[in-house]
């Protein structure tokens, strides 16, 4: 058991360093190849801040522990809002000006309904997998139109800052993307073996591991640049991570992973887990749209998007022991 407790917490830490790695080389390549700073933000970033979750995903599905693919994805997604969004908050309200995050708040909440549909019959079929896969890419045709659209928004002013603090050559953003990519891999077998052994040693379901240790582990990412971009002033880019890396999550992580093998969803998948991702999700769209003017997350409802958290994860904890 101490060895599957040493495997995660080495996983964790080299699955957050190789996306770290693999972010900032797959931006900086993109830039040298001349991708507008608002597509970066929205596409590379997206897809780069929800790898971990991809490959863990991908990786559980292969290994037949589908559960810890689909706690992933859903509790990253739960953590994205309520640990990300309301810590961020908590340091510095966070203040929504890009149009395009805007326009993609709906958006998530209408996909966040298609899970809740797809969970509804207790399990996630290929011909599900195929749905979600198609509606991702009819959604990132539509960013990738929107990307090249749109001249000027927030978000792409803020993105361009920050490809100019982190420039490098060309070679080093490939050697970056590419070391990125196969640590990430490697990581995340390692995670994902230790999930296993500590799921079976504690009789604890896969789901619940999901949920909890490897959501908290893959979403690391999203926390540590959304932070480091508030405290810079780029209230968008944080905003921006998260709804990118939750649309990512459940269209192309649960997707990749039920093409890969069909998941069976508890009646607590949906009762527990896909309420409170709707219910925050419907939460930030309310608060981060801006009905009468620029949205705005202020500490007050980043400390109640906190706390959200911390009672989900009590809840969950609880329910081990009983």
Do not use: C
């Not at 298609?114 to 749905?131: H, P």
């Not at 090249?148 to 050697?175: C, F, I, Q």
Request: net charge neutral; no cysteine.
């Amino acid at each position: 058991m101490i060895i599957a407790f040493s495997a995660i917490i080495f996983g964790l830490a080299l699955l957050v360093w190789s996306a770290d790695r693999f972010v900032e080389g797959s931006a900086s390549t993109a830039r040298h190849f001349g991708m507008p700073p608002l597509l970066i933000g929205m596409v590379i970033v997206g897809f780069g801040t929800s790898a971990p979750e991809m490959v863990v995903s991908a990786i559980s599905a292969l290994q037949g522990n589908p559960g810890i693919a689909l706690g992933n994805a859903y509790g990253s997604n739960i953590a994205n809002i309520a640990l990300i969004l309301g810590l961020t908050a908590l340091i510095s309200p966070i203040a929504v000006h890009s149009q395009v995050l805007r326009k993609q708040l709906p958006i998530l909440t209408a996909i966040t309904a298609l899970a809740a549909w797809q969970v509804w019959d207790g399990e996630i079929t290929r011909n599900d997998a195929v749905v979600l896969l198609t509606v991702f890419g009819v959604l990132m045709a539509w960013t990738i139109w929107q990307g090249m659209k749109t001249k000027v928004d927030a978000l792409g002013s803020e993105m361009e800052k920050e490809l100019e603090v982190r420039a490098m050559p060309l070679r080093r953003a490939v050697v970056w993307l590419l070391v990125g990519l196969v640590l990430l891999v490697v990581s995340s077998r390692i995670l994902v073996w230790g999930a296993v052994e500590i799921a079976r040693g504690f009789g604890v379901s896969d789901l619940v591991i999901g949920l909890t240790i490897v959501a908290i582990g893959t979403s690391l990412p999203e926390l540590a640049s959304s932070i480091i971009a508030t405290r810079r002033g780029e209230h968008d880019i944080a905003l921006g991570n998260v709804l990118g890396s939750n649309l990512f999550n459940t269209l192309a992580v649960v997707g990749i992973a039920g093409a890969i093998h069909p998941m069976s969803a508890g009646p607590e998948v949906f009762s527990r887990d896909i309420l409170v991702m709707a219910v925050l999700t419907v939460s930030l769209f309310v608060i981060g749209y801006g009905f009468r003017g620029p949205g705005r997350i202020n500490r007050f409802e980043g400390a109640v998007l906190l706390a959200s958290y911390v009672g989900y994860n009590a809840y969950l904890i609880r329910n081990i022991f009983l």
